[in-house]
């Protein structure tokens, strides 16, 4: 009988829990959900991008859900969020972060008030990069679930880039085709 109690009292909190959660990320955004969630989300990835430049570990990596990816301006840095902690991990504890400053964002909403998306051209010591990503909401705050650093190159540019990163790439490209 209590296995059974316990059974069900276990169901209908999956039940209650999954609907909470279905109800925040399906139903349709209002105008004041966009307007109040695009302040949030720039707000958020200002955020983001101070905590990475102060070399704030925690903070930095509180603004990812738990199963967020990162892609990096490297084509093998693609992680999950575990992974990713891993790699920071030693510019952190060295403080020598990055400092990335929004000089252009767009966010995006779609039938889903908890979800939207961004791009962003970036001020890095790389020059111009563009963050993209998408951002869920969790409770009252807004997380990235994926992210994608890319650094841009002029088109006038583009072919001495090519060139300079051709054997490399090939190399890679034959690895990954090759599986």
């Not at 109690?5 to 999954?18: P, R």
């Not at 909401?137 to 841009?152: H, I, P």
Request: proline share 2%; glycine share 4%; aromatic share 12%.
């Amino acid at each position: 009988m209590i296995v059974r109690s316990l059974v069900l009292l276990l169901t209908i909190s999956c039940l209650l829990f999954s609907c909470d959660h279905k109800t925040e990320t399906t139903t349709a955004p209002t105008a004041t959900d966009i307007t109040e969630g695009k302040k949030q989300i720039a707000a958020m990835l200002d955020s983001f991008n101070v905590a990475a430049a102060n070399a704030d570990y925690v903070r930095y990596f509180n603004f990812f859900t738990d199963d967020a990816t990162f892609n990096g301006t490297d084509a093998t840095e693609n992680w999950n969020k575990e992974t990713y902690m891993a790699w920071a991990i030693p510019y952190f504890d060295k403080k020598t972060t990055w400092h990335f400053t929004a000089i252009k964002r767009n966010i995006y909403f779609g039938k889903y008030a908890g979800m939207a998306w961004f791009e962003e051209l970036l001020n890095t010591q790389m020059k111009i990069c563009r963050g993209s990503g998408v951002v869920v909401k969790v409770g009252n705050e807004w997380k990235v679930q994926q992210y994608v650093l890319s650094t841009s190159v002029p088109n006038s540019k583009l072919d001495a880039v090519i060139s300079l990163k051709a054997a490399e790439e090939d190399s890679l490209i034959n690895t990954l085709t090759s599986k």
